[in-house]
Nanobody, 130 residues
Framework: QVQLVESGGGSVEAGGSLRLSCATSGSTYVISCMGWVRQVPGKEREGVAVIGKDGPVTYTDSYADSVKGRFTITQDARKNTMYLDMTNLRPEDTAMYYC????????????????????WGQGTQVTVSA
């Protein structure tokens, strides 16, 4: 099994920044793709950003169109931690953010990264006020 623990959510004003962290442990060798997924109440989960186990994917965009140019996904292999740096936050970024990991390679469309058979963290709330 793989364990994922997020941290770093909070409340900011529009234009502000936050960094989310996802610490991984367990059988991480089974992971092929990791990323961040967000969910607004009443809506489906959508992928926000993805990264391959060996680094950024090269065959597709790493970011959903809605966050491109504002969010950056990185990972520190030594710390077994993945990060999401969010800048220029907007009220529409308000959501529960989940760290997720999949045994499959990263999808061609980031928004579809919702690994239902993968591994998930507990989620961290991000609230952006106007």
């Amino acid at each position: 099994q793989v364990q994922l623990v997020e941290s770093g959510g909070g409340s900011v004003e529009a234009g502000g920044s936050l960094r989310l962290s996802c610490a991984t442990s367990g059988s991480t060798y089974v992971i092929s793709c990791m990323g961040w997924v967000r969910q607004v109440p009443g809506k489906e989960r959508e992928g926000v950003a993805v990264i391959g186990k060996d680094g950024p994917v090269t065959y597709t965009d790493s970011y959903a169109d809605s966050v491109k140019g504002r969010f950056t996904i990185t990972q520190d292999a030594r710390k077994n931690t993945m990060y999401l740096d969010m800048t220029n936050l907007r009220p529409e970024d308000t959501a529960m953010y989940y760290c997720a990991a999949s045994r499959l390679i990263c999808p061609g469309t980031v928004e579809t990264f919702v690994p239902v058979s993968g591994f998930w963290g507990q989620g961290t709330q991000v609230t952006v006020s106007a």
